[in-house]
């Protein structure tokens, strides 16, 4: 499982997660959290694409480390380490079209990934659309997360299958996926909005 942490101050503690693996239950699974940390503990509500949740809860060793336990998964500690972006500063890249919400533009992607999970299984690449940052988690299989950051409190997710890399004409929005997830600093609610959204190459 991976996360990614796009605000971690005295107010909140939010941001977006992926699972690795290929298989089993939780296999693809992808979503937001939104929590808190006191001192050394830390508590997140998490709810993945499709709509169900579950707690996220441990101790943070400032931004070193977390060790947190899935309120679905008890008994399996989980610790998370920073993942630092290495490389060339110029990389190669590619684009494609990315329409969603009826908003149409240009997605420009690193073709180096930014981090490798599962032992391959899962590649996460980063890129922009329309002055907008995006991450790529991309699966061995072809199943793909696109996450569009609006801004700290607002993300757009959809799930794709027959996701390649380099064929962006395959990719398909998978049935009953994809949703706007956007967060309040100041009363730190969800509000979700359904999203559709499709790939095109170019």
Known sequence: ????????????WN??????AETGPYAH?????QGTITGSQLNATCEAA?????????TSNGDSSFTLVR?????TTLTFL????????????????LNTNNTSGRVVLSTTPFSVQGSGTMTEYRGTWLGLNVTF???ASGYAS????????????????????IDFGSANLTAASGRVSVYSAVTRSQFQFKNLASVSPG
């Open 1 to 12: 499982m991976e996360i990614e942490i796009f605000a971690n101050d005295s107010l909140a």
């Open 15 to 20: 941001g977006d997660f992926a699972v690795a």
């Open 29 to 33: 699974q992808t979503g937001s959290f």
């Open 50 to 58: 499709d709509g169900t949740s579950f707690q996220l809860s441990g």
């Open 71 to 75: 309120s679905d998964i008890p008994g």
């Open 82 to 97: 920073p993942v630092l972006q290495s490389g060339p500063v110029k990389r190669a890249e590619t684009s494609f079209n």
């Open 137 to 139: 988690w991309a699966y």
């Open 146 to 165: 696109v996450i569009v950051y609006v801004n700290d409190f607002a993300i757009s997710t959809s799930n794709f299958s027959s996701y390649k890399l």
